[in-house]
C-alpha cells in the first residue's frame, strides 16, 4: 500500500521520512520565542507559546544522538528563525472515546479540540524540510541501532531507489513521555480538581 512521507534533513547529510498523516505542521520557529526550561534532557530546547499552548521545542538531531543543531552558528544568531514539525498526540477520556472513534487514527492525527481531550505536543526542529514523496517500498531496519534507537526507526521506505529510515513519532512522543519532564508538556491537559480556562 502505498503512502505519503515528508523527508527532512535531521543533521548534516543524514536524513529520515515521517509518515506526511502523523504532521500537524510546518513551522517557522524564532529563536528568542523559545524559553528554555531547567532540569529537562539536554534535547529539549525549551518551550514555546503556541496559539495558547506551551509546546515542548526538541533537537531533534541531539535526541537521535546525532550531532546538535543547537551547536551550529546559524542556530545562535538572535532572531533567527528554524524550521520544525509539529507532532501531536491526543488522548482521550473514556467517555469520549465513543463518540470520536475515528480521530485517533495514528495517535491523533486529527486536531479538533474538546473539554475530555489532551494532547501532547512537540515541536521538532530540523536542520531542512525537503520534500512529500509517496512509497509503497519498505522494510525492517536491517543495520543494528543502539537499543534506544530501535523503536524510533523500525524501518526504511524508499524514494525512488533511495532508502530513507522512518521516524515514528509516536514512538517519539512515548521516548519523551518516560522522561521526568515540568508541566508544559501536558500543559493543555486539563487538571480535573481545578477550572479549565482557555
Known amino acids: 500500500m502505498e503512502r505519503d512521507y515528508f523527508k527532512i534533513r535531521v543533521s548534516g547529510q543524514v536524513r529520515v521520512a515521517l509518515p506526511l498523516n502523523t504532521i500537524d505542521a510546518a513551522l517557522q520557529i524564532d529563536r528568542q520565542l523559545i524559553c528554555p526550561i531547567p532540569g529537562v534532557m539536554p534535547s529539549l530546547l525549551g518551550v514555546i507559546n503556541r496559539q495558547g499552548v506551551l509546546t515542548w521545542v526538541l533537537d531533534t538531531s541531539q535526541f537521535l544522538e546525532l550531532p546538535s543543531l543547537v551547536s551550529s552558528q546559524r542556530l545562535n544568531l538572535p532572531g533567527q528563525a528554524v524550521k520544525a514539525l509539529l507532532l501531536t498526540r491526543h488522548s482521550h477520556n473514556s467517555d469520549s472515546q465513543a463518540s470520536e472513534p475515528s480521530s485517533r487514527a495514528y495517535g491523533g492525527g486529527g486536531l479538533g479540540g474538546g473539554p475530555n ?31 534506544r534507537l530501535q523503536p524510533l526507526l523500525p524501518e526504511v521506505v524508499y524514494d525512488g531507489r533511495q532508502g530513507v529510515a522512518v521516524l515514528d513519532p509516536q514512538a517519539l512522543l512515548d521516548a519523551l513521555g518516560r522522561h521526568p519532564l515540568p508541566h508544559p508538556l501536558s500543559a493543555t491537559a486539563p487538571d480535573p480538581k481545578r477550572p479549565h480556562v482557555e
Open 117 to 147: 481531550r489532551q494532547r501532547q505536543t512537540v515541536a521538532c526542529v530540523v536542520a531542512d524540510l525537503e520534500r512529500v514523496f509517496s512509497s509503497s517500498r519498505s522494510h525492517r531496519v536491517k543495520q543494528r541501532l543502539k537499543p
